[in-house]
Nanobody, 115 residues
Framework: QVQLVESGGGLVQAGGSLRLSCVAS????????MGWFRQAPGKQRELVASIAANGFKDYADFVKGRFAISRDNAKNTLYLQMNSLNPEDTAVYYC?????????WGQGTQVIVSS
């Protein structure tokens, strides 16, 4: 079984920064990708950023230039550095892990950006 535990969310003013972390544990062979998704109230969950097993990174257009995804393999930890936050970034942020046998989700961490 795989467990993903996010942390780092909170309340921040517009223009501020936060760094989210996701610690992964369990059997994670055949890793395909890891990523961050978010879901705002009344909206569908959407991809924010992903990093493939080969290190290729991809970002949603609405975060390009502001967010950065990274991974520390030694610590089994995924990060999302979020800069220049705006109220539209308010959402629950979820860590996602994709293996050959399936995908797994964390419980989410709330990010609130005040104007």
């Amino acid at each position: 079984q795989v467990q993903l535990v996010e942390s780092g969310g909170g309340l921040v003013q517009a223009g501020g920064s936060l760094r989210l972390s996701c610690v992964a544990s369990g059997r994670m062979n055949n890793l395909a990708a890891m990523g961050w998704f978010r879901q705002a109230p009344g909206k569908q969950r959407e991809l924010v950023a992903s990093i493939a097993a080969n290190g290729f990174k991809d970002y949603a257009d609405f975060v390009k230039g502001r967010f950065a995804i990274s991974r520390d393999n030694a610590k089994n930890t995924l990060y999302l550095q979020m800069n220049s936050l705006n109220p539209e970034d308010t959402a629950v942020y979820y860590c996602n892990l994709v293996l050959l046998r399936g995908q797994f989700w964390g419980q989410g961490t709330q990010v609130i950006v005040s104007s």
